[in-house]
Nanobody, 119 residues
Framework: QVQLVESGGGLVQAGGSLRLSCAASGRIFSGSRMGWFRQAPGKEREFVAGIRWNDGSTYYGDSVQGRFTISRDNAKNTVYLQMNSLKPEDTAVYSC????????????WGQGTQVTVSS
């Protein structure tokens, strides 16, 4: 069973940057997808960004397009989320997730890491 562990969250001022990491234990098969989601207090979970493990193609939620970049390091089984031009409304718990080859949804989740953006 793959396990996901996020790191890199913290407190940053508006306009600043943070990079989140998600390390996966176990093998990630080439047909899988990895994604980042976030959830702010009182709000529904929101899709942030995703990446296909085989070819590295990426896709983003509208609210982060152009500011955030998802990438992967296959050798390290790690996915990154580079967050630039952060805004207070980006404050949330960020979680990475795995959509396995045999799944139609993201079904393996990390514990999450808090990102707080001060104004």
């Amino acid at each position: 069973q793959v396990q996901l562990v996020e790191s890199g969250g913290g407190l940053v001022q508006a306009g600043g940057s943070l990079r989140l990491s998600c390390a996966a234990s176990g093998r990630i098969f080439s047909g899988s997808r990895m994604g980042w989601f976030r959830q702010a207090p009182g709000k529904e979970r929101e899709f942030v960004a995703g990446i296909r493990w085989n070819d590295g193609s990426t896709y983003y939620g509208d609210s982060v397009q152009g500011r955030f970049t998802i990438s992967r390091d296959n050798a390290k089984n790690t996915v990154y989320l580079q967050m630039n031009s952060l805004k207070p409304e980006d404050t949330a718990v960020y979680s990475c997730a795995l959509r396995r080859v045999t799944s139609t949804s993201y079904d393996v989740w990390g514990q999450g890491t808090q990102v707080t953006v001060s104004s």
